[in-house]
């Protein structure tokens, strides 16, 4: 139970990270928001594409005995590992769009109001 937490942990760090990024290389800051889902429902989708594609291999292609996947179900996790892939892959594209559409630059400073 505890790598699902480890795995929670480090996703949370990667996005935190990534917003962190697109906020300060981007103008635009709804689009550095929009950018950074982007790159969660990516990363996402990377790590299900990956988990499907393991799982038609160990327990479809190299599984000995036991359990394993066979005809149409090992197809089925095979397509659908690799649209999750292809999903990430242009998940992360569609970031990378958001941000430039948001121009470069760090964002502009709003005056402050006030004695300081």
Known sequence: MWIWIVIGALFLFLVSRQMQENTSTTRSRPLA????????????????????????????????????????????VIIWGVGFLVMGVVMLLLSVLLRRAGGRGTPEARPVRGGH
């Open 33 to 76: 928001l929009l950018g950074t889902i982007a790159d969660a429902l990516g990363l996402l989708a990377l790590g299900i594409g990956t988990f499907g594609l393991l799982m038609a291999i160990f327990l479809g292609i190299l599984a000995p005995a036991g359990p394993h996947l066979t005809g149409d179900s090992l197809v089925e």
